[in-house]
């Protein structure tokens, strides 16, 4: 199983990007794909989560209204799109996938298989 983050950047606050979780391996389409984030000095925090029908979503209060997670499994994507960025949307940003996992599973022990990072940068 791999996963591999991409499309970080620097953005100025208010503008708009979005991240590409790229994944593979066996059955990896019926997994829970979920995108943390660790900003500098701190904890990694949980941001959103899909089923893996992408009929179901989930998201932390913080980002709320704006980021929104999508998917393509045909693609073997993952998408996280993030408008109207605040400064504190600043760091590492990575997916992860989980057999098991409820979309409402926000603690990084609730998946199993991790990707790399990418980072992103919010100017204020």
């Known amino acids: 199983v791999q996963l591999q983050a991409s499309g970080g950047g620097l953005v100025e606050a208010g503008a708009s990007l979005s991240l590409s979780c790229t994944y593979s391996?066996?059955?990896?389409?019926?997994?829970?794909i979920g995108w943390f984030r660790q900003p500098p000095g701190k904890e990694r925090e949980f941001v959103s989560a899909?089923?893996?029908?992408?009929?179901?979503?989930f998201y932390a209060d913080s980002v709320k209204g704006r980021f929104t997670i999508s998917r393509h499994n045909v693609k073997n994507t993952v998408y996280l799109q993030m408008d109207n960025m605040k400064h504190e949307d600043t760091a590492v940003y990575y997916c992860a996938a989980d057999p098991g996992t409820r979309v409402s599973g926000t603690a990084v022990r609730d998946y199993r298989y991790w990707g790399n990072g990418t980072l992103v940068t919010v100017s204020s």
């Open positions: 391996g066996p059955t990896l389409t019926t997994y829970v």
């Open positions: 899909i089923s893996w029908s992408g009929g179901s979503t």
